[in-house]
Nanobody, 121 residues
Framework: VQLQASGGGLMQTGGSRRLSCSAS????????RAWFRQAPGKEREFVAA????????NYADSVKGRFAISRDNSKNTVYLQMNSLKMEDTAVYYC???????????????WGRGTQVTVSS
């Protein structure tokens, strides 16, 4: 089963963009899903997570109130709506999956290829 993030690109500060993460070769049924990001010269950091049902979400303080994670299980896809973008949001964004909520935000079992998000003024 593979995860693939898409939707990145070059955007301006204050703008919006929606990232998608699709699963192929399987469904990750029952799995929590998450987004992480890694900026140049920095360690990968947690951004947002969502349970299988979508009933519970969690966000890093740096994106709370600006980003929203959602999922469509019928499409095996998770989304990250990014609003009010800042230059410090520039990073490669990765999606991840794990069957347990306690580990999705720290050590997810499955990782996808990232998508570059660049925010400029």
């Amino acid at each position: 089963v593979q995860l693939q993030a898409s939707g990145g690109g070059l955007m301006q500060t204050g703008g919006s963009r929606r990232l998608s993460c699709s699963a192929s070769g399987g469904t990750f049924r029952g799995y929590a899903r998450a987004w992480f990001r890694q900026a140049p010269g920095k360690e990968r950091e947690f951004v947002a997570a969502i349970t299988w049902s979508g009933g519970t979400t969690n966000y890093a303080d740096s994106v709370k109130g600006r980003f929203a994670i959602s999922r469509d299980n019928s499409k095996n896809t998770v989304y990250l709506q990014m609003n009010s973008l800042k230059m410090e949001d520039t990073a490669v964004y990765y999606c991840a999956a794990d069957p347990r909520w306690v580990t999705i935000m720290s050590d997810p079992r499955a990782w996808g290829r990232g998508t570059q998000v660049t925010v400029s003024s």
